[in-house]
RNA sequence: GUGGGUGUAGCUCAGUCGGUUAGAGCGCCUGGUUGUGGCCCAGGAGGUCGUGGGUUCAAGUCCCAUCUCUCACCCCA
């Protein structure tokens, strides 16, 4: 039997009404905030994600679907969407056009990891970009927009962190401060860790090594030698974020795989899924966008998984019940009225939502199918009623019935 | 890429110290009088026990291999 790819799923059709409804929860939700949906193509030229996502990465460096079209081009299937939002900005000069551009998507994501609880090869997204603006209160924005959609969607067992980057140049400062505490202590780090003492020190924080991280402990924070500029920065996020009513804990600790993060970067994690325990992640960008073209537009964004909110929901127990239902289902008492029965639907059909029995089954089965679809109500045509002109209307809830001219819906 | 667990009906699972026709619940189908659902009752369909080897008089059960799914590491949404 041929199956699925690993790390790909079905979304069969009683799980559809879950993922409509969080879809119309987020468009909602980015309405009102005033976001543009935005759709990009599933694949990339590969240059796109190793320049824009950053090539020490694990995404670029071994997460992602690559691979040669017949022209030999290499071609990337999208891990994540930014460096899409921002290649589609540029290449369209939607940022000559609108000085601030809030943008928003829900697409399906590939990374080639291996899956897990609310892992998957592929995955849903949704997120959002604002580009063109460096106020804080966008970065505020938002870190509230994901909240409110979480919110909206029941999710009450998870928490907001946040954290600072700075700009480049005290991160530099800093990078070295973190060199200088940690070189006589290189030897007892583990041999991940001194890897990425090499490659991107600041992740040496999420080390999960029991020594690392009491090595990591005493280590001096990015945050408390942020400059002055950057620190403003974060205060009025902060203050924002109080004002709005979203509680946060800042995690200095809190440093992002991805290159491109500026200033603010945040999660949203939940307590109610596995190990994956991230549903939404984001930061400030402001140097991609110059990496990627010759523009220098500073932007700020999120990501969220679908599949782990889904997951989150159904854990918290808070995932609504969609009870199916149709309109009518009509029941043809004798087989000869077939033809009757195709055509009375037909007719129903330009308004409301049909359904009726394409084998040969008894009225006795018929029926239970009636029930079984949650129709609302029954059409049964045939015998002596129908003989004078009418059919008999059953109510389904309550069990009454009536008659009436079969005029009615022809 | 590394490690642990798992695989029996459409689904969730039981199956004893290896022993004869492999079970349950749910779901599905049919029926419980001539043309009526839900509840109840009766009956029925549906399984090469993941796959391939091996041990044995005998394997769903033991051993090996392989695949699958799954959880975790890693990383992230």
Not at 190 to 214: A, G, H, M, V
Request: charged content about 30%; some cysteine; overall charge negative.
């Amino acid at each position: 039997m041929i199956k699925a790819i690993t790390g790909t799923k079905d979304i069969l059709p009683n799980e559809i009404p879950n993922w409509n409804n969080l879809e119309d929860i987020v468009c909602n939700a980015m309405k009102a905030f005033n976001y543009k949906e935005i759709r990009t193509p599933i694949f990339e030229e590969t240059r796109l994600f190793s320049r824009g996502i950053g090539e020490a990465t694990d995404i670029v460096g071994k997460e992602m679907y690559t691979f040669l079209d017949r022209s030999e081009t290499s071609i990337t299937l999208k891990p994540e969407m930014t460096a899409s939002v921002v290649r589609a900005l540029l290449e369209h000069s939607l940022d000559k056009q609108n000085q601030l551009n809030k943008l928003f998507y829900i697409s399906p994501m590939f990374r080639q990891e291996r899956p897990q609880a609310g892992r998957f090869r592929q995955f849903n997204q949704f997120g959002a970009e604002a580009l063109g603006s460096i106020s804080p209160a966008l970065d505020a924005e938002m870190i509230l927009l994901a909240y409110q959609i979480l919110k909206r969607l029941g999710l009450s067992n998870f928490v907001v962190k946040i954290n600072s980057l700075g700009v480049p140049s005290s991160r530099e400062n800093y990078k070295n401060l973190l060199k200088e505490y940690l070189s006589d202590k290189l030897n007892d780090l583990s041999e991940e860790s001194q890897k990425r003492y090499e490659t991107n020190i600041l992740r040496l924080f999420d080390s999960k090594d029991r020594d690392d991280q009491k090595i990591m402990e005493h280590a001096p924070l990015l945050i408390e030698h942020l400059d002055d500029e950057s620190l403003e920065h974060f205060e009025e996020v902060k203050q924002m974020l109080l004002s709005a009513g979203v509680p946060f804990e800042v995690d200095p600790k809190l440093v992002r795989g991805l290159d491109y993060y500026t200033h603010t970067t945040f999660e949203l994690v939940s307590g109610s899924v596995g190990s994956q325990s991230a549903l939404c992640g984001g930061g400030r960008y402001d140097l991609l966008v110059k990496q990627l073209g010759e523009r220098d537009v500073p932007g700020v964004g999120f990501a969220a998984g679908i599949e782990r909110i889904l997951l989150a929901m159904e854990n918290e127990k808070v995932m609504p019940e969609f009870i199916p239902q149709i309109d009518y289902y009509i029941v043809r008492l004798e087989k000869e009225l077939s033809k009757k029965v195709f055509e009375i639907a037909n007719n129903l059909r330009k308004e409301k939502s049909v359904e009726f029995d394409y084998t040969q089954r008894s009225v006795k089965a018929q029926m239970r199918e009636a029930n079984r679809l949650g129709a609302k109500k029954v059409l049964m045509i045939g015998g002596s009623e129908y003989e004078r002109g009418m059919v008999v209307l059953k109510n389904m809830s309550d069990g009454s019935q009536e008659e009436i001219a079969i005029k009615e819906f022809e």
